[in-house]
């Protein structure tokens, strides 16, 4: 059996607040056939605006059609609840992405280890030994009065004293 539910509204306004009632009192995956009657037929271009505009305030619905009814200018279109809005979506799949590369990372992190921690120890030890291997130069060099070698603008403040 149909329900049948009549709103009466003059403007914009009353449209889109009789659509948010009318959204709100159908069942989740339900649809309802809206019929809005008017004083003139609209034209192709109207039919969009209107589209757009219960887009864009979170209503889903079918693109609208006109047509006359027993001479009344009368325009048509579907609303359904339940689909999901993007604008709730996108906020969300950004701090899914993050945890799921982190998760990645992590059952990663043996792969990774294996890689890196040879690069890591080779170098620290090359690192080490270099400066083993330099130290009996370097002190040599010291003892016979070598200088330490400055940068340019020390050298030029002890210039200028």
Request: a negative charge; proline letters at 6%.
């Amino acid at each position: 059996m149909a329900h049948l539910q009549e709103i009466v509204g003059y403007s914009e306004e009353d449209l889109a607040t009789a659509l948010e009632v009318m959204e709100s009192n159908i069942n989740f995956g339900g649809k309802a056939r809206i019929t809005i009657c008017t004083e003139g037929m609209p034209t192709e271009e109207e039919l969009d605006y209107i589209f757009l505009g219960m887009v864009e305030t979170g209503c889903h619905v079918s693109q609208p059609t006109a047509r006359l009814i027993d001479g009344i200018p009368t325009t048509e279109f579907d609303l359904q609840k339940g689909s999901p809005q993007w604008q709730v979506i996108i906020p969300v799949l950004v701090p899914l992405f993050t945890i799921g590369l982190i998760v990645f990372g992590i059952t990663r992190i043996e792969a990774i280890s294996k890689a890196l921690v040879p690069l890591i120890l080779i170098t620290v030890g090359g690192l080490i030994i270099l400066a083993v291997v330099l130290r009996k130069p370097a002190e040599r060099y010291l003892e016979r009065g070598g200088a330490i070698p400055r940068l340019a603008t020390t050298k030029k403040a002890l210039a200028a004293k």
